[in-house]
């Protein structure tokens, strides 16, 4: 395998040119089990598996790669600034959680909020990556719906806010499907 270097710019069209549907699709299935939970199981069970599951997104995602044909984990891909750009913004999001919890503390209602739309800031810097619209409607779709569903249905935002999120993974699944690469 020849060792040849890349510019950035060549690192960034080899890495738009991705399927990026592993992560959505990971995220998607945890919201959708969070949406799940929060009609059938208490408050207690649904926080737990709110909190677990976003923190897994990552980890489904990698599993996910191996099925979508992305393999996050191919040791043989030629290393591409922009797969470790991408890994900051997961940490980014992780990283939001020292927002989200002291705001779960005071009111554990909040956290479908604000876990729903601090982990989806992610979405901007993706869609500077790959030069497409997508991320820029995923995060700010997300950020409206779920600010709105968090106040016009306060007894149900373990449920609303999910499946909203899990529709915006849905439309957002379709046009990165879509999309001219």
């Known amino acids: 395998m020849e060792n040849k270097i890349r510019s950035l710019e060549e690192q960034r069209e080899e890495f738009s040119k991705g399927k990026f549907l592993a992560t959505p699709l990971s995220g998607l299935i945890v919201w959708l089990l969070v949406g799940v939970a929060g009609l ?3 408050a207690r069970i649904t926080v737990w598996v709110l909190f677990i599951g976003t923190g897994s997104i990552v980890y ?7 099925f979508t044909g992305e393999n996050f984990l191919d040791k043989q891909k030629p290393k591409n600034e922009f797969d470790k750009l991408f890994f900051f913004t997961v940490g980014q999001a992780v990283l939001v959680y020292a927002i989200a919890i002291p ?6 209602t909040s956290l479908p909020m604000t876990v729903g739309i601090l982990t989806g800031t992610m979405w901007l810097p993706f869609s500077w990556i790959i ?5 820029v409607f995923h995060a700010i ?3 409206i719906v779920v600010v709105l569903l ?3 249905f306060p007894e149900l935002r373990f449920v609303a806010i999910p499946f909203a999120i899990v529709l915006i993974y ?12």
């Not at 849905?170 to 690469?181: C, P």
């Open 60 to 66: 489904l995602a990698l599993f996910l790669s191996k």
């Open 170 to 181: 849905i439309l957002t699944l379709v046009i990165l499907k879509n999309r001219k690469g």
């Open 141 to 143: 779709s997300r950020t």
């Open 40 to 42: 059938f199981l208490s």
């Open 150 to 152: 968090w106040y016009l």
């Open 103 to 108: 705001f779960f503390i005071i009111d554990y």
């Open 131 to 135: 030069k497409h619209w997508v991320g």
